[in-house]
């Protein structure tokens, strides 16, 4: 097996995913982050259709190494009945999805031919 060096992530990505019932859940949450966060991080656009490979409505928090530890160990408590997917960015779109991917919540299949 080859061992990548961690320098190889260049930033990470967490999807918050919800539906129609919990669409105001999301946005309150989102809220929270944005204002726990006050623009250490970006917050993508609130998506309520699939798009890419996430097979449900989501929006992305953008963010860096800094925060990591903090903003993922806050999600991961705080996440409540929301599902979130988190990458890393190393340049492998395909590879960052399927394989060096981590749920918090229940995971979802992807849509992984909108990666190739």
Same mark, same amino acid.
């Given at each position: $097996?080859?061992?990548?060096?961690? @320098?190889?992530?260049?930033?990470?990505?967490?999807?918050?995913?919800? #539906?129609?019932? @919990?669409?105001?859940?999301?946005?309150?949450?989102? /809220?929270?982050?944005?204002?726990?966060? =006050?623009?250490?991080?970006?917050?993508?656009?609130?998506? /309520?259709?699939? +798009?890419?490979?996430?097979? $449900?409505? @989501?929006?992305?928090?953008?963010?860096?190494?800094?925060?990591?530890?903090?903003? +993922?160990?806050?999600?991961?408590? =705080?996440?409540?009945? *929301?599902?979130?997917?988190?990458?890393?960015?190393?340049? #492998?779109?395909?590879?960052?999805?399927? #394989?060096?991917? %981590?749920?918090?919540?229940? @995971?979802?299949? *992807? %849509?992984?031919?909108?990666?190739?």
């Amino acid at each position: $097996m080859t061992f990548r060096d961690t @320098s190889a992530i260049e930033s990470w990505h967490a999807h918050i995913y919800f #539906d129609a019932k @919990s669409r105001d859940a999301a946005w309150a949450f989102r /809220e929270q982050i944005d204002a726990l966060w =006050n623009g250490k991080l970006k917050l993508g656009r609130f998506h /309520e259709r699939p +798009v890419g490979p996430h097979p $449900m409505w @989501s929006y992305q928090l953008a963010f860096g190494h800094e925060q990591f530890a903090e903003l +993922v160990g806050w999600l991961t408590l =705080n996440h409540g009945a *929301l599902d979130i997917f988190l990458h890393p960015n190393t340049g #492998d779109a395909l590879r960052d999805h399927r #394989d060096a991917a %981590v749920w918090i919540g229940h @995971s979802h299949q *992807l %849509v992984l031919d909108a990666l190739k």
